[in-house]
């Protein structure tokens, strides 16, 4: 595991810390969670399964009924 110092506007820091607890993680959990949401499984690593793409495709069916 590789140890970074990373500096962030304190607006995203702001955003960040609301989303991971929102989401139940810690910070670097959250961090991590969106990095590997948004790069994809590593080469010759599957994914979990279950798991959404980081960037949507075409609706296939109906589209969610949540709204922001």
């Known amino acids: 595991m590789v140890r970074?110092?990373?500096r962030l506007p304190e607006t995203l820091h702001a955003r960040l810390?609301?989303?991971a607890s929102a989401d139940r993680r810690?910070?670097?959990s959250?961090?991590?969670?969106?990095l590997e949401?948004?790069?994809g499984p590593a080469e010759g690593v599957a994914?979990?399964?279950g798991r959404r793409p980081a960037?949507?495709?075409a609706l296939g069916g109906?589209?969610?009924s949540s709204s922001a």
């Not at 959250?30 to 969106?34: A, K, V």
């Open 17 to 19: 810390v609301e989303q």
């Open 62 to 64: 109906r589209p969610e």
């Open 37 to 39: 949401n948004a790069l």
């Open 4 to 6: 970074l110092s990373l």
């Open 30 to 34: 959250e961090i991590l969670h969106l």
């Open 47 to 49: 994914g979990p399964p």
């Open 55 to 57: 960037s949507p495709g």
């Open 26 to 28: 810690s910070l670097n």
